[in-house]
């Protein structure tokens, strides 16, 4: 399961937001996972991040539609899909094809 934003991240960019951070020089080659991050290089991260993702705060619709195979995706809390703008709760997707029942 994936929030929204970072799905379509994902979709879109061979390299994760980690990565763009040490090929910028925001952090040092040294670091290998989000989790050793630490002080001013969580900071950088976490900026870099709240960018990337903020990218894709209102064209998410159009890159879900232009890549799923399926019609309908499934979306974990679908309520807030017509208010998803003013809402400060994440919108989450299954990247998979479902049926019900199945």
């Known amino acids: ?39 001013a290089d969580q900071a950088a991260y976490e900026k870099e991040k709240k960018y990337q993702l903020g990218l894709y705060e209102h064209s998410w619709r159009d890159v879900i539609m232009n890549h799923l195979k399926c019609e309908r995706p499934n979306f974990v ?10 809402s400060t709760e994440p919108l989450y997707i299954y990247p998979v094809y479902m049926t019900s029942g199945k």
């Open 77 to 86: 809390n679908a309520n807030l899909l017509n208010n998803s703008a003013g």
């Open 1 to 39: 399961m994936f929030e929204i934003r970072e799905y379509c991240y994902n979709l879109l960019n061979s390299t994760s937001i980690l990565q763009k951070c040490i090929d910028s020089g925001f952090i040092p080659d040294s670091i290998k996972s989000v989790d050793e991050l630490e002080g």
